[in-house]
Structure formats: structure tokens, C-alpha cells
């Protein structure tokens, strides 16, 4: 019986987070440069993403690139935005035709104005579609989330729309990136490290977390259905016990 075959579809997981991990150690693997670790990357975003559109998933938040990713050499910095700008470009159609819809989260800002543009206006095309919202983090990371989420509450504080007795954490929540979008059921990381690097830190204080030895390029549909077999063998407590769930 393979993995798919093995899933309750009944009880999948609402919002499904990957730390895409292990693009250029699978490129130096093969004897390549880490760019075409980083092409390969993309096809398996594509086939991921139609794999869990099938399954009924509502959200797939992936980590694209992190605020610590500026840091690395600039000529792969430049090669890997003008990926994402073609990426995007050639998937919008599959997007269109799979009725995704294209949300991002991070510091955009950041983005050359290119690709800043060609990411809006992919957003705003796919904006009406009601099956899967994928959800890429660019020029993300989550401390500097909750920094800006810490200013935002400052200046509603100064500007009299925010009082002491009314923080708590659905107004926390309210003030993060992922506003609207439902904390992450399964966290997925690739490659064999087992950290979560700067990712969702403040979404993921109840999530499952799976870790695996694929390297993201080697992730198959399989390796999906496997993880969520995995989540779906798992007791959610949510600080409650065994009794008391069932």
C-alpha cells in the first residue's frame, strides 16, 4: 500500500509550512553548480504544490528565501531572484489552472522592484481563486516579524488605538504577517537538520514537526503523502490529556 493510498483524507492537515532545505549540497552532490540544485528546487515546488492541491490542502507556506539568505555570495543572490522572477512568470498559468491562489509574506521591500512587481502582479491575478493558498515566505525570517509587529503595537499604542488590557495573543496574531492565515498544523523540513530556522516561530507553537533526510530536490508527491501519514498517526493535545481528547 503506498503512502497516498495510507491517508485519511478526513483528517488532513488545514496548513502544511516546508523549510525547502538542501538544494546546493544535492547540486554538489551531482557535480553541479548550486544554481541548478536551485532550478531543481523549483520543480519540485511545482509538483508539490499540484500534489497537495489535489489532496485538499488549504494552505502550503513555504520558505523561500530568508532575511539571512541576503548574506550569501551576490552573484547567487542576483541569480536566484531573477529564478523566482522567471518562476513565477511560467507558473502563474499552472496556478491560474490549478485555482491557487499566491499570497507572500516578509520584507518585500527588500525585493528588487522587478520582482517585487511581477510577485504583485501574480498575487492580483490569482486573487479570486479558491483552492489552495500558497503562501511564499521572501525576505522572511520570524524575528523580524515580531519586531515589526512589536512597532506596529507601539504606534496604535501612541496614536491612542491600542490599550494594555486589550493586548493578548488574538491581537498579536492580528499584527503578524500571517494575519488571516491559520497557524501551520505540520511543519515540514528537508535535508536532515532539525532546527527551525528563524521560521514561523510564533505560528509554530503548536505544530507537528517532521524532519527528514531528503534533500528538497529528491522530495517527492510520496515523501508528502509519507509526512502526512506520519502527522496523521500523531495525538494533538494542545496542552490538554489523552483523556480529556478523546
Known amino acids: 500500500m503506498t503512502y497516498k493510498q495510507q491517508i485519511d483524507t478526513s483528517r488532513l492537515p488545514r496548513h502544511i509550512a516546508i523549510i525547502m532545505d538542501g538544494n546546493g549540497r544535492w547540486a554538489k552532490r551531482q557535480g553541479l553548480a548550486r544554481m541548478f ?25 513555504l520558505y523561500t528565501f530568508s532575511t539571512e539568505n541576503w548574506n550569501r555570495p551576490k552573484e547567487e543572490v542576483d541569480a536566484l531572484m531573477t529564478l523566482l522572477v522567471d518562476t513565477i512568470a511560467k ?45 511564499l515566505a521572501l525576505s522572511y525570517s520570524s524575528r523580524w516579524e515580531i519586531v515589526q509587529a512589536v512597532k506596529k503595537a507601539v504606534i496604535m499604542a501612541q496614536d491612542g ?62 515523501e508528502l503523502y509519507k509526512a502526512i501519514v506520519d502527522y496523521q498517526k500523531r495525538e494533538r493535545r494542545f496542552g490538554k490529556t489523552s483523556e480529556q481528547i478523546h
Open 161 to 222: 488605538q491600542l490599550r494594555e488590557e486589550e493586548i493578548n495573543e488574538q491581537k498579536v496574531a492580528s499584527l503578524m504577517t500571517t494575519n488571516g492565515i491559520p497557524d501551520p498544523d505540520l511543519l515540514i523540513r528537508t535535508s536532515g537538520e532539525y532546527r527551525i530556522s528563524n521560521f514561523l516561530l510564533w505560528q509554530l507553537a503548536y505544530s507537528e514537526l517532521y524532519f527528514t533526510d531528503c534533500l528538497w530536490p529528491e522530495f517527492t508527491e510520496e
Open 37 to 61: 540544485g536551485h532550478k531543481q528546487g523549483v520543480e519540485t515546488v511545482h509538483n508539490i504544490t499540484v500534489a497537495a492541491t489535489k489532496l485538499g490542502i488549504e494552505y502550503l507556506t
Open 91 to 135: 507558473e502563474t498559468p499552472t496556478l491560474m489552472n490549478n485555482n491557487v491562489r499566491l499570497q507572500t509574506i516578509g520584507d518585500l521591500d527588500r525585493l528588487p522592484e522587478g520582482a517585487r512587481t511581477k510577485f504583485m502582479q501574480c498575487i492580483q491575478q490569482t486573487s479570486r481563486n479558491t483552492g489552495l493558498t500558497m503562501v
